[in-house]
């Protein structure tokens, strides 16, 4: 089973934030939060990943708690191409455990 | 460097047919994955491989056979097709340290 777990659905207006959560409470001390997303039916796409420290790239940020038993995306200004699933995932970084499990993630609309 | 290269897009399948779903990787990834999308569905791992030789079952093998002979291809094999297994198939590549990188899917219907 997957060891996240994240609101079916949100919307959010475009141009604003959106902020997306995930808990994951029984993470592990070398277990990285990655985050993916679908538009339609393409294959899921890389978006951030990060361990305890708050991650940003040029898609998005990644806030984690201090506990580190949840995370949050933010899309700091949602457009609508932005509109798809988003999966949250627990995985070890370059370690060796082979499975890669997804949850069913959260399905984001972004509305004019 | 073309990625994740999965063939064919398009399947049309009859009850009891077998087929093998190509997948191609050219970033010398040692581990790969099959995954299955039923329509509104989140992904199901069907099985996958930590490198050459080497596989491992996932959440959903029941139905397919897969098999690394390279590290470079991962073909997943349907024995004899059920209007179950209808669904989209993804593929994915992963190095140790990196994202991991998904084909467009195959779309399987079992009629």
């Known amino acids: 089973d997957a060891k996240t777990t994240q609101p079916t659905s949100m919307d959010c207006a475009e141009g604003r934030a959106a902020n997306l959560p995930c808990n994951h409470s029984t993470i592990s001390g070398n277990e990285y939060v990655y985050w993916y997303r679908q538009i339609h039916s393409q294959g899921p796409q890389y978006i951030i990943h990060?361990?305890?420290n708050n991650e940003t790239n040029e898609m998005a940020s990644l806030i984690i708690t201090e506990d580190r038993k949840s995370s949050t995306l933010i899309l700091p200004h949602a457009t609508l191409r932005d509109t798809a699933v988003y999966y949250c995932i627990v995985r070890v970084y370059g370690g060796s455990q082979g499975n890669l499990i997804f949850g069913k993630g959260t399905k984001l609309s972004v509305k004019p | 460097n073309a990625g994740v290269t999965q063939t064919p897009k398009f399947r049309i399948l009859k009850i009891g047919q077998s087929m093998t779903l190509q997948c191609t990787q050219d970033?010398?990834?040692?581990?790969m994955y099959w995954y299955r999308q039923d329509p509104g569905m989140g992904l199901k791992l069907i099985y996958y491989?930590?490198?050459?030789?080497?596989?491992d079952k996932g959440e959903v093998p029941n139905g397919y056979n897969v098999s690394r002979s390279t590290t470079e291809d991962f073909p997943l094999r349907l024995e004899l097709a059920a209007p179950s297994q209808t669904s989209v198939y993804f593929c994915a590549s992963l190095g140790g340290d990196t994202e991991a990188f998904f084909g467009q899917g195959t779309r399987l219907t079992v009629v």
């Open positions: 491989s930590v490198g050459a030789g080497i596989t």
């Open positions: 990060g361990l305890k």
């Open positions: 970033m010398n990834h040692n581990y």
